[in-house]
Structure formats: structure tokens, C-alpha cells
């Protein structure tokens, strides 16, 4: 059951040039207004970097209109992180975005199962004022919750520059999760990171993970 989770996952990444462990730190709670939706994620110890990498952050309040399956959405994404290759080292920041538009939820009557989809405006400071993203999330609990399948993707407009001097208009980002939930606190399970065009990654890439969660 999804109605609301609280919960702490930690990932060993195994994608190409990776090796490196993220965390992640993960709340939904809906209440009679609609629900907050909110995750920080941060890597370590990536090259020659010793400790936080990178520290990234969500947040999302969706807010219903009525009795319909509808609500409006506001999300704010930002984040920063450091870089060392040997004597080389140094800092960057990750553009901050606003985001505003519809959500389209359903969930079955048990909350065993459910998805939203999202058309939204983004705004990406210092980059893009008039772009948007499209999102969809779902979940599904099996064989008496003891197996859940989730996650997310994103398709959104944003324009990047590659070291190959390439460019691209449209970023596409999904990261399915297979957990087996051993208790109801304690999962063991994969997250497969699947990506065209993001980041610093030209093309389409598939980044698996292996991990554990602890939900509250």
C-alpha cells in the first residue's frame, strides 16, 4: 500500500564509469487538499571526490480540484555538486526549475496500485523560460505486497551542449524500481536508470543499480 511512504533507500550504482553509492531520502503524504511529494538524492565519493558529490533535490504539492481526478501541480527541482580528477577540482550548481500545471491521478480501491501523469510549463533559471516537461509515476504492489514495481519518466525540453560539440533540445529520463519487501520496513531490489540526452551522457543509456530501503 502507497497511500503515504516514508522511506531511506541506498544504491550501488554499476552503470559504465560509475561504481559509486547514492542515497535517497523519499516522503509522500496526501492530506484532504491533495498531497507533497518530495526526494533528495546525493552520491559519494564519485572519481576522486571523498564524501557528497552531488546533493539533488525535489519538491511537489499537488493541490485537487474537487472531485475530479485533476489537480494542480507546483515543483521546484534544484541542486549542486563537486568534481576532483587528480589535481583538477571544482564546483557547479544545477540550474533551478519551476514547474506548474496538471496532474491526472487514479489509484485503485486498496491503494495496491496507481499512476498520475503530468503536463507541465518549466521554467530552468539562467537557461530556458519557456519550456515543459511531461511525467508519469506509477506503482503496483504483488503477491501480497510482497513484490512493488515503480517509478517515473520525464520528457522535457531543455537545450544541451555536449564535449562532442553536439546539441540536443529534449532531455527523456526513467527510473524504474523492482523492490522484494522482505518486512514492511525492509526491501531489496534494482533501480534501472534510463536516459537519452541527460546530464552529461550523449545518446541512450541504461544505469542498473543494486540496493536496499528502509521505509518508516
Known sequence: MLAKAQNVQLHYDMGKDRGYLTSTVEMFKPDKWGNTFFFIDMDYNVGDVK???LAYFEIARCLKLGKSPLSLHAEFNGGFGQFKDGSFSGAYTINNAWLGGLDYSWNNADFSKGFSLKA???NIRHKDNGSFQLTGVWYANFLNNKITFSG???FWKEENVFMSGKNTDFIFLSEPQLWYNAT???SFGTEIELSN????MEGFHVMPTVAGKWTF
Not at 197 to 200: D, E, K
Open 152 to 154: 517515473f519518466a520525464d
Open 120 to 122: 507541465l510549463y518549466k
Open 197 to 200: 540526452n541527460f546530464g552529461t
Open 51 to 53: 564524501g557528497v558529490s
Open 184 to 186: 514492511k520496513n525492509i
